[in-house]
């Protein structure tokens, strides 16, 4: 069957499918000519339907210009929308999060989703989906949008360490480099999440997850005891192990935000074994 000749809803399942598949080469050309479709369509879409497209067309270095073709005319289409609070607190999470992952910044629409996270926050809170809270806080963190409502709520809520606990461990890791990259600082807030994630903190695989929690708590000034202590023991496992390879893209600047983190600690004064730390961040030739 043509893509022309299709439904909408047709359509978004072949846009899914081709965005599942997205490596092989002609689901890639399929997403991008289902793109094409649904761009020329998006008049007659409902609000649910372009909701939809966004969720089908984050960023992938996969994806060609239609991908974020598409999210472009939605955004179009959204910005001509008067009343958006047909949308669900789900689509307006995964929209931001579409956005964000192509650093799509319109000011009027975000400001408007923004407003509409905050309306809605019971619905957030009781969400079966516990990452959707986080994973706004995160969009507007990659945006940089600093005046955003919306993280201040979460802010408000990880003062909760029962509520923090639903989360996963890396969701937590997510939103506390989130606030530290906001500038958005709460000290219990921060002391509950250090707490969450000291339980699980095994489960940090490398620098490149380690670096920017570290970083964030630095960022705010904030250097809880336990977390760094535990920090510094889990850098020197790996290090005495030889299983940091800075030859990894990205990883080598990970260890230099690791190590100045702890610079800004003042392990550098307490730990002679700081030394070999530096080494690595500053001698290692990848």
């Known amino acids: 069957q043509s893509l022309t000749d299709m439904t909408p809803a047709q359509l978004l399942l072949v846009l899914r499918a081709a965005r599942d598949l997205k490596h092989l080469d002609e689901m890639v050309e399929l997403h991008a000519a289902g793109c094409v479709e649904l761009i020329a369509r998006m008049d007659s879409l409902t609000l649910a339907q372009s909701a939809n497209c966004l969720m089908m067309c984050m960023h992938s270095p996969r994806f060609r210009a239609q991908a974020q073709g ?93 509520f923090l606990e639903r989360s996963s461990f890396f969701q937590q890791a997510a939103l506390v480099s989130a606030l530290g990259r906001l500038r958005l600082y709460d000290r219990g807030a921060f002391e509950h999440l250090a707490e969450v994630m000291l339980s699980d903190f095994t489960l940090f695989r490398d620098v490149v997850d380690l670096g920017p929690v570290l970083w964030a708590y630095a960022t705010v000034d904030f250097y809880p005891e336990n977390l760094f202590d535990a920090a510094y023991d889990l850098l020197l496992d790996w290090m005495d192990r030889e299983v940091i390879d800075l030859s990894r893209r990205g990883l080598q600047a990970a260890f230099v935000q690791v190590a100045w983190a702890f610079v800004l600690a003042g392990y550098h004064r307490r730990h002679e074994s700081f030394a070999a730390v530096l080494d690595y961040a500053l001698f290692t030739d990848p």
């Open 70 to 162: 598409l999210a472009r005319r939605v955004v179009q289409r959204w910005h001509q929308t008067k009343d958006l609070s047909g949308l669900r607190v789900v689509e307006v999470v995964d929209a931001l999060d579409c956005l964000a992952s192509w650093n799509m910044k319109p000011p009027e629409l975000l400001g408007r989703l923004d407003d509409f996270l905050v309306e809605r926050k019971l619905e957030l809170q009781y969400a079966g989906n516990v990452s959707l809270w986080t994973t706004a806080v995160q969009a507007f963190a990659k945006l940089d949008l600093q005046d955003a409502k919306w993280p201040k709520v979460a802010l408000e809520w990880a003062r909760d360490r029962n």
